[in-house]
């Protein structure tokens, strides 16, 4: 089993930065799938930023070119959130998918990012 804790979130205005981060409580380096999914007030959970175990990284077009996911291949990886937008307001989670030695899947518990005009 694994624990994901997230921090960094918080307030800024239009075109601020923050930078959240997931410690877990093991190795994951390893790990199948590393990603970041945030959940807008009144919507779905969208997946935005998402690193695959050959490093190939995919971001939503919403964030591209503006969010840059890392991971320190230890036990904790990173959102870096430049030139925010009002409409990256939302409920922040990081997401880890283990492969081996046994499959499991996990979730942090939710870090807020609120965007001011």
């Known amino acids: 089993q694994v624990q994901l804790v997230e921090s960094g979130g918080g307030s800024v205005q239009t075109g601020g930065s923050l930078k959240l981060s997931c410690e877990a409580s093991?190795?994951?380096?390893?790990?199948?799938?590393m990603a970041w999914h945030r959940q807008a007030p009144g919507k779905g959970r969208e997946m935005i930023a998402i690193?695959?175990?050959?490093?190939?990284t995919v971001y939503a077009d919403s964030v591209k070119g503006r969010f840059t996911i890392s991971t320190d291949a230890k036990n904790k990886m990173s959102l870096q959130m430049d030139s925010l937008k009002p409409e990256d307001t939302g409920t922040y989670y990081c997401?880890?998918?283990?492969?081996?030695?046994?499959?499991?899947?996990?979730w942090g518990q939710g870090t807020q990012v609120t965007v001011s005009a």
């Open positions: 997401y880890v998918v283990i492969a081996w030695p046994q499959y499991g899947e996990y």
């Open positions: 690193r695959r175990t050959n490093d190939h």
């Open positions: 093991a190795f994951i380096g390893g790990a199948a799938v």
